[in-house]
């Protein structure tokens, strides 16, 4: 299977995501340049964490006129599965592939902690290796994590079983109390209406291996493996 | 231009000296030239003589103090480098810039050796919490690393946070850059080859940072506040672009010398890497990327605009250099060329507007002084143990202590620092010291950042030996051999003669147990001039030690990890209590004998400690230090969540046994099992341990003292003292 891994400027978890997928994974793995205008011919990209850009402006306001974000939107269009990881998430909505937008967390800080999540469902192909109903370990590292969109949207995204990933404690309870940054319905993770883009404000990446915390997190890049196969 | 010699920083004899080195007098630019260079900050000329005294030697010795950064060898060619740097007056003024760009330029420093960043640590001091421009100075200086060091993908790994009126004036910032690289792979530094370039690459130059050399030569004033240009702005993207640039450039053969631009900007990276390299530099300084117009001529060689690196590039492969630059979004450029007559020419547009030997900038005048012993040491050893009342409430005292923001937990801290990044770090802040893994091989490293200013100050010699022991108690605590040393002092103005005896007694103290502990000292930085009108801070070495781990199995964190484990206290109780926590916190002295340390029980205790580590001997380790075994047993219980049921017997006064910071000490976690081969690995080492007690389901802690049950809390209290001690200040 072959994967992609989009490079910005400062995009510094693309070497962290190429190694699990590579190293861990024994995947055909290459990179993207944010400057390439070469279209997506690998089976999956990811828009990895970091600070594309600076995050100066807005998060992912600015990568989104990369060139290689219409490859990108080409890539989704036909089907291809994309990943955005925590800043990677947040040029999908800047970009338009996922509804509403990521704000500034309401403790107004940078947050990097491990952090349980509650995976809602197993029907997507990024959680096929999850039970529904598993609650995992995957830290978060941000500081605008706080997922926000209008009542209508949020309703869809419920009602269509968008909501991959939410924020909960270590015995899967979901509450304001085990919302670390303030999103709507703790949100953590969503797909699109195709099911072929996920954007998730936790680094998967980061809970890959036991050694780091634990490996809860290799099951979703698993998830896709196997599906292809 | 009696008078200006003045204006930049030098003294009258020193003027002379540059009269009688050039043969006439400096033109205005030359003598600004003059004024960074012999700064202390870049020339350390009152404490170069005194660090002679530190062993740089040893058989994993890389390279050495001089370099960008020091770098130790740790097996199979690979190599991490390693520098501490102080950023203290810029954060007294400007908290969130002064300390963002000292993680900016620790980083170059990194960088210039060759070395990929892969952890970031600091160490941070200041007043008392209770105070609100403390607040507002502890919640800036961690926002600027946080901002700073996240956006570089670079991870904040471990660290230490200190408050103490002694620093209200002036805190204290210091910052670390650890580097991986391959051995064969590491840069110099050297403007080698007469005919080829110099490249100025990275950001523009701008005024901003103008002179900040001398502006951390001086003590701190109210004035000082007039003088916000000497601090520098950063830009995190710009670095990373940077870092990025410089990782692609480094494959190229065709870089021949690299130099970080940070104190004294151009002037010094052109006169530091000619000096080494026995050659001369001239450069157009028509032909700097600026930011301003109209910038003088001086202001361009001085300026300390962030995110700027020199490179010394073969001749006529400039378009190659900037080819990767320019894929990056960076300016590379080239100044100058490399001569062969030994000066630093300036020219503007053509023009020679300055020429100085570049040795003369970079040997300014060493100053040795007169060793006094300073009075406040006359006294200061004297304690009756009759003005301190014994608690009657054991209970209360230990959790004023947990919730000590000395002690307590630094988590609102380091929260906001990403320090998973790069995925290598196995034991995350909050413990001993932080491990990161090398990826790929059966090996990590582990590291910390420590000092101890009350301490230093009570007993300069003693208490720097503490220091260093302290560190490397850590280190092996998390099953690593410590082998190499990065230090930044901090003190008041050497001027004053009770100054130069801390500077002098420390730099012994810390040479002693280098020698000791064979971790000599491959990098450091020396931070001057720390006084303002209150007085002059605690004198405060702090020490970057850096471990090595042969075994990923090995690898050791604080906390508890299963119930019915048993745990056992390694060392002996010392009788003194001067200088610790517990006496300030509880008493409210600052005075006493430190704690005993005897530098061969310590070594032999820490190698006993490493081989029951190394033969899978302990579930935890937790060498015992600020606040003594109480706190120990409340960290490896709060951090694991168990219950502690626990017994000590001693004929010491109980407040001595509970909180006295005892030297080369360590309470572990293992199963019964393994008691007999635990024993019989510390009896070669002639050393003993003691059962104290089990670790429990149960969430309480209990503690007795010869029989007597004196502590019992729950352990939701005592986590809640630790743990939201700080974050409950905003």
């Known amino acids: ?229 | 231009m009696t008078e200006s010699y003045k204006q930049v920083g030098l003294s009258e004899d020193e003027y002379n000296l540059i009269l009688k080195q050039l043969g006439r007098e400096p033109n205005e630019l030359e003598l600004n030239l003059y004024g960074v260079m012999w700064s202390e900050h870049c020339g350390y000329k009152n404490s170069k003589l005194l660090l002679k005294m530190l062993p740089v030697k040893g058989e994993r010795v890389l390279q050495g103090p001089g370099e960008n950064a020091g770098a130790l060898d740790i097996g199979d060619g690979d190599a991490v480098t390693m520098k501490v740097e102080s950023h203290n007056h810029p954060s007294a003024l400007s908290p969130y810039q002064g300390a963002a760009t000292g993680v900016g330029g620790i980083v170059r420093d990194i960088l210039a050796v060759g070395a990929y960043p892969v952890a970031n640590l600091n160490s941070l001091y200041f007043g008392k919490l209770e105070k609100a421009h403390q607040r507002y100075l502890l919640a800036e200086v961690v926002k600027g690393i946080a901002d700073y060091g996240n956006c570089l993908g670079i991870p904040t790994v471990a660290g230490e946070v200190h408050f103490d009126d002694a620093y209200e004036g002036n805190c204290l910032v210091n910052a670390m850059c650890v580097g991986l690289t391959r051995s064969e792979d590491l840069k110099t530094a050297f403007a080698k080859g007469p005919g080829n370039s110099v490249m100025v690459v990275g950001n523009l130059t701008g005024r901003d940072g103008m002179g900040g050399a001398s502006f951390a030569s001086q003590e701190l004033t109210k004035e000082s506040e007039e003088n916000r240009s000497a601090v520098q702005v950063g830009d995190p993207f710009v670095e990373k672009l940077l870092i990025d640039a410089c990782m692609e450039i480094f494959q190229n053969e065709n870089v021949i010398g690299v130099q970080d631009m940070g104190a004294a900007g151009i002037i010094s990276s052109t006169s530091e890497t000619a000096s080494k390299a026995e050659t001369g530099i001239e450069i157009d300084i028509d032909l700097v990327p600026k930011r301003e117009s109209g910038m003088l001529p001086y202001e361009v060689m001085i300026s300390e605009s962030q995110e700027r690196m020199l490179l010394i590039v073969k001749e006529g492969k400039e378009n190659e250099v900037n080819k990767i630059f320019h894929k990056w979004d960076l300016h590379a450029v080239k100044i100058g060329n490399v001569t062969d007559d030994g000066m630093i020419r300036v020219l503007n547009n053509g023009i020679k507007v300055g020429e100085v030997p570049a040795k003369s900038l970079t040997n300014p005048p060493l100053y040795k002084k007169d060793i006094i012993k300073p009075e406040y040491l006359n006294d200061i050893e004297l304690l009756n143990y009759e003005d301190l009342p014994e608690p009657d409430n054991y209970n209360k005292v230990i959790l004023i202590m947990l919730d000590n923001h000395n002690i307590a937990s630094k988590e609102w801290i380091y929260r906001q620092y990403d320090h998973m990044v790069q995925l290598n770090t196995v034991v995350t802040p909050g413990s001993d010291a932080a491990v990161l893994r090398i990826k790929g091989k059966n090996k990590a490293i582990a590291l910390t950042l420590d000092g101890n200013g009350r301490y230093v100050y009570l007993n300069p010699e003693k208490g720097s030996e503490i220091v260093i022991a302290e560190a490397c108690r850590n280190l092996v605590a998390s099953g690593a051999k410590p082998i190499g040393v990065t230090d930044c002092l901090n003190f008041g103005s050497p001027e004053k003669p009770d100054i130069y005896y801390q500077l002098y007694y420390s730099i012994k103290g810390l040479a002693n147990a280098c020698n000791k502990f064979n971790t000599p000292v491959v990098s450091g930085n020396v931070s001057l001039y720390n006084d303002t009108e209150y007085g002059s801070i605690y004198p405060t070495p702090t020490v970057g030690v850096l471990g090595l781990i042969e075994d990923l199995n090995h690898i050791t964190d604080i906390k508890f990890k299963n119930a019915d484990d048993c745990i056992y206290l390694i060392g002996n109780f010392s009788t003194e209590i001067g200088g610790s926590e517990y006496l300030h916190e509880i008493h409210k002295f600052v005075k006493g004998k430190l704690p005993e340390l005897n530098l061969d029980i310590e070594l032999n205790t820490q190698n006993a400690i490493l081989e029951i580590i190394r033969n899978g001997l302990v579930k935890s380790c937790h060498d015992v230090s600020d606040g003594g075994i109480a706190v120990n047993l409340a960290e490896s219980a709060v951090t694991g969540n168990f219950g502690i049921d626990v017994s000590i017997n001693s004929n010491i006064r109980k407040d001595i046994v509970l909180f006295g910071e005892h030297q080369s000490m360590f309470v572990i976690s293992a199963e019964k099992k393994n008691e007999n081969k635990i024993v019989g690995i510390l009896k070669k080492f002639q050393t003993k341990m003691s059962y104290l007690g089990t670790v429990t389901d149960e969430k309480i802690f209990k503690i007795s003292v010869n029989g007597n049950e004196i502590i019992n809390l729950d352990l939701a209290q005592i986590s809640e003292n630790y743990k939201n001690s700080i974050s409950k200040m905003f």
């Open chain 1, 1 to 229: 299977m072959k994967f992609g891994v989009i490079i910005f400027p400062a995009s510094n978890c693309a070497e962290d995501c190429y190694y699990v997928l590579s190293s861990l994974l024994n995947q055909n793995t290459k990179y993207f340049w944010h400057k390439s205008s070469e279209a997506i011919d690998t089976d999956v990209v990811i828009l990895p964490g970091g600070f594309s850009f600076g995050d100066y402006l807005r998060c992912g306001a600015i990568a989104r006129f990369s060139p290689v974000m219409e490859r990108v939107i080409e890539f989704a269009g036909k089907g291809g599965l994309v990943i955005g990881i925590c800043n990677g998430f947040q040029i999908l909505t800047e970009s338009g592939l996922l509804p509403g937008t990521l704000m500034k967390n309401t403790c107004l800080k940078f947050i990097c902690s491990p952090q349980y999540l509650k995976v809602e469902n197993n029907y997507s192909v990024f959680s096929k290796k999850y039970n529904s109903g598993d609650v995992i370990n995957c830290p978060i590292a941000h500081n605008e994590g706080n997922y926000f969109a209008d009542e209508n949207t949020i309703n869809k995204l419920e009602k269509n079983n968008q909501i991959l990933f939410r924020y909960c404690d270590e015995n899967g309870n979901v509450n304001d109390s085990t919302n670390p940054n303030g999103s709507v319905n703790n949100i953590a993770g969503i797909i699109n209406i195709k099911g072929n883009v996920l954007g998730l404000m936790p680094h998967p990446e980061r809970s890959s291996e036991k050694i780091l915390l634990c490996d809860d997190g290799i099951k979703l890049f698993k998830s896709i493996i196997e599906f292809y196969n």
